[in-house]
């Protein structure tokens, strides 16, 4: 079983995880798209809920500044305080990303206006946000997205050409869901392995555009 089946790191952070993990379907997709994204990168880069930082050691070989922003009591970041009001000048990065941010913050759309407000013209925006998710970090849990909803969103915040991707579609959303029940079970445990790749597999095959994650990109106008 131990190397059939390959329980989620303790303390949680975020990880390319394996078929034999059970947040494979949640994490695998998201790390395969921010390499693309975060890969092309360059300049001054913000990371809004930047947390332990695991997505830092994939930006580009362009980026010649990573400031990390959370809130009070986070460590290992350069700033503390509330995304609803950032304690940067306007127009000082060249992009800003935020990874499964939004739906912690109240008020979403203000925090992607802030964002707007720091990038510089032509400035990129990388956000994820979940679509299909449980309860967690209670109380501080208020939002899931859609497709049109984020879209929405970031047009109304004033960014440009906003494009949203689904990691991980119907069957991924079903099988993730499944997976963070049957982690709890030994017998649950040995189905995981087998029920990531069926559900990866199976993702092109759904009829309903169910999103487990979403991934916003678009640009500051210039």
Known sequence: MARWYVPTPSPYVSHPATWHQPLHLHLAP????????????????????????????????????????????????????????????????????????LEHCERPGEVLREMFRVAVPGGALVVTVPSVWPDHELPRDFWRFTRPGLTALALEAGWESPTVTSLGGFWSALGQMAALELQHHALGRAVIPVMNVVARRADATARQPLALNLLLRATRPR
Not at 33 to 50: F, I, N, P, T
């Open 30 to 101: 998201m790390w395969s798209e921010l390499r693309v994204c975060l890969g092309a990168l360059h300049g001054r880069v913000l990371d809004v809920g930047a947390g332990s930082q695991p997505y830092r050691s994939i930006v580009g070989p362009g980026v010649t500044e990573y400031v990390t922003f959370d809130q009070a009591g986070m460590r290992d970041v350069t700033h503390h305080g509330d995304a609803h009001r950032l304690p940067f000048a306007d127009q000082g990065f060249d992009a800003v990303v935020a990874f499964q941010v």
